[in-house]
Structure formats: C-alpha cells, structure tokens
C-alpha cells in the first residue's frame, strides 16, 4: 500500500451466473470467477489505458499471481458486478484488487488480487485503493515459499498425485496460442474428482454420488510460470498440505510435459460441504486418515 490518495473503483463488468458455467454443487464453477475477473481485468487496464483495443488478450498473459477468496456461493441467475482498483503500484509489477458483488444485495461474492508483469509499460504511480479484509490472505500465506518441481516424476517424489493429464485445445487459448489464464484453475478443477477418489471413504463417496455432499474452495492463489501453449501436453499432480477441523490445505502442480517444465502451480483451501444446509462438513476420522497418509513432504 502506498500512501497516495486514495482512488475510487471502476465498475469494469456486468453479468450473471449461466447454468451452463454451475458445477456439481449448482453453483459457479472455480473456472468461470476467473473467467469473469479476467475480463474485468482487461476492461479495467484499457479504461487506464495500459493495454490496447487490439489485443487486449495480450494483458492476461501478463498474469503472474492471482490470490483469490470465494466468500458467498454464486448460484444460477445470481446478477454480478466487479469493481476494480489498483492497489499497489511496484517496480516491475502492480496489483489489481477486483470485487465481485451480487448486484441485487451488494455482497461480495468473490474477491482477487491480480499482480500483472508491467514490464515494457510506462506506469507511474497514482492513487491506490485499500485491500478490504475480505480480500485478505487468509489461511494461504503469500509469503510462504515452497519447492516448485519441474517434472512430474520430481512431484510424485514429494507425495504428489497425478489426477489429469491431458492437451490444451485450441478453444482454450488466445490468437497467440497462449492459454488464457482461467483455463489454469479450469483444469486443476477438473482434475479434483480423481483426487477424491484417493482421499474418500466408501461413506464419502456415497454422499458425493447421491448428490448430499461436494466440495468447495475458500480461497486460492495461483502462480503462473511459465504459459501452456496450444498442442502442449500437460499432467497435473496434487496433494494435501495441510489439515483443520473443516478445511483441508491442497496443493497442484501442473507439468509442461512438451517443454519438459513446470507451467503453474497453485494452493487451495476447501471444505467438504453438505448440499442441503450448505455448510461446512466436520473431516470425519476415517477421512482424516486417508488425508493424513497423501500429505505432501
């Protein structure tokens, strides 16, 4: 935070919640937050004219760490609204604060903190805008450092597990051929329900099929190092970090198996939800020890 005067938030998107974008808990799927985000993102910095109408993609790949916390659920036909400031200006680098609200009762639903590279950009420094607490780190520590491994065989050493694997489509990615950033936490989703195979009882995985109980995240941050391509070949590994009485800390590493390096990493913090209050699940013992023994080293 710096001590310029402070700047007001711009209203950079409107929309809704699409059935088609709802999960396997009716609500909004991790991948479309950051898909409505980005393009708020991108409607932000053109309004500050720090990109351009004629490739306004181009900023995305600039993504290096988005820090994310899901504070309300975003179910179908939820009217949404995103507000972005910045809210640190660095020396090669800035951070964009992006609010989600439900626009019919004004509650925030999601919260980022988007640092962009601005390398290459003429940026001077001006007013910011404060980081609410809800936007704040909260149980994932952004100064924390952990080992990032470049091949899949170095994850599997540290007790991660492969749950996808797959190519990246051309649908995926901008007309450059870089993946577009929400597709990096599109795909760790997709991957979750092999990770789930791993970790739930024979209980657990009954209340998942019969539509009692899924999961959710509440907050998230990915570090993107090195972008997929499109025909990239790509495995993504995933663990367990760290246990509570509800959450359960997770960790994913995603394998650029074509340019033999890691393309992104991130860490999660979810809970096991019971889909008729819409609470938060106790980690029962059984399920605790199944998590202990797929704890990352």
Request: some cysteine.
């Amino acid at each position: 935070m710096t001590n310029n005067p402070q700047a007001e938030l711009l209203g950079s998107y409107w929309g809704s919640v699409n059935r088609w974008e709802c999960d396997e808990n009716d609500h909004l799927n991790v991948r479309f937050y950051a898909h409505k985000m980005n393009q708020a993102l991108q409607v932000f910095l053109l309004h500050r004219n720090l990109t351009t109408h004629a490739d306004p993609d181009a900023v995305l790949q600039r993504i290096r760490v988005q820090h994310i916390r899901f504070l309300r659920e975003a179910r179908i036909a939820t009217p949404l609204r995103i507000d972005c400031g910045i809210a640190r200006f660095g020396e090669d680098e800035l951070d964009v604060l992006q609010l989600m609200v439900d626009n019919l009762t004004d509650l925030p639903v999601a919260a980022f903190v988007t640092t962009i590279a601005t390398e290459g950009w003429q940026v001077r420094d001006g007013p910011t805008v404060p980081v609410p607490d809800e936007a704040a780190a909260r149980g994932l520590d952004p100064a924390a450092t952990h080992s990032v491994p470049g091949t899949r065989q170095a994850a599997e050493s540290l007790g991660f597990q492969v749950v996808g694997r797959g190519i990246i489509g051309a649908d995926e990615c901008d007309a450059a051929g870089m993946l577009l950033p929400h597709h990096y936490i599109g795909r760790i989703s997709d991957g979750m329900p092999n990770l789930w195979a791993f970790l739930n009882s024979e209980a657990d995985s009954e209340a998942r099929q019969s539509g009692a109980q899924g999961g959710a995240a509440l907050e998230y941050r990915l570090h993107v190092h090195a972008s997929l391509r499109r025909g990239s070949m790509f495995c993504q590994l995933s663990g367990i970090r760290a246990l509570g009485n509800k959450t359960q800390s997770m960790a994913h590493v995603v394998i650029d198996e074509t340019a033999g390096r890691c393309a992104a990493t991130a860490e999660a913090v979810g809970v096991a939800m019971d889909l008729t209050t819409r609470k938060a699940v106790v980690i029962s013992q059984e399920r605790r020890q199944r998590l202990e023994r797929l704890m990352i080293r």
